[in-house]
């Protein structure tokens, strides 16, 4: 018991010194951490809302289509609108992933440059076991988008060109030679919708993961001093 109030003494005592002399880096790596969590949770809201977006701008396509439609005009508009929300919010979507890769590339660059300065083996160890923990786990992010930003972007492409055509030829006839190409959008939608799941279940994953684990470096999985988690040594 005595041997391990030692032992503990010793690592805080450690743990204060290398505080002190890196102080800015910490408060640097935490601001980060949390920086990237937030533009994380962006992100999954931002999908969450292209799934209902794609809903409401398939509604409206469908309804635009319809062979009982009288007032295309009126259906159109409403479509025109709907494609303006999708196309905007698929850009933002882009630029949020973009910064989200960024903001993790960064953290964790950051979180292997300040473990490294550790001289004690087994802290530096344990940083590195941690950072490669997390670091699996964001990995299943670009995992699970495979395939996913090539169908969004087809399916933009697509409502976009149906909404130009229309614009020319907004008529029974042209409703009627344009309903295929529709249908076939709506479909791309729902797959979209499908595809995005993992991705928003990998993101909340990371996340909740770089909340509750070493935000910054040195950090042990629930936010303490990696000293913690070593084993105690018996007498």
């Not at 042209?174 to 995005?196: D, T």
């Not at 799941?197 to 993961?209: E, F, G, K, L, Q």
Request: some cysteine; glycine content about 8%.
């Amino acid at each position: 018991m005595r041997k391990r109030t030692k032992l503990l003494v010793f690592f805080g005592s450690l743990w204060i010194a290398a505080g002190s002399s890196l102080t800015g880096c910490a408060t640097t790596g935490t601001e980060r951490a949390t920086k990237t969590s937030n533009t994380m949770q962006t992100v999954e809201g931002e999908y969450r809302q292209v799934s209902l977006q794609v809903d409401a701008t398939n509604a409206s396509l469908q309804n635009l289509i319809s062979p009982e439609q009288t007032d295309l005009k009126k259906a159109f508009y409403d479509y025109r609108d709907q494609v303006d929300r999708m196309q905007k919010l698929g850009e933002q979507l882009d630029k949020h992933t973009a910064d989200m890769r960024r903001q993790g590339q960064e953290y964790f660059a950051e979180w292997e440059k300040q473990g490294s300065t550790f001289s004690n083996p087994r802290l530096r160890a344990l940083s590195e076991e941690r950072r490669a923990e997390l670091r699996q786990t964001f990995a299943r992010i670009p995992e699970a988008s495979i395939g996913v930003k090539g169908s969004l972007q087809s399916y933009l492409t697509d409502i976009g060109e149906i909404r130009k055509y229309l614009s020319n030829d907004l008529t029974p006839s042209g409703i009627e030679a344009i309903r295929p190409v529709a249908r076939k959008a709506m479909l791309e939608g729902e797959e979209l919708k499908i595809s995005i799941r993992p991705v928003m279940d990998a993101i909340d994953h990371a996340r909740r993961s770089l909340e509750q684990g070493g935000a910054g470096r040195g950090s042990a999985p629930g936010g303490g001093p990696i000293w913690e988690e070593l084993p105690a040594e018996t007498d």
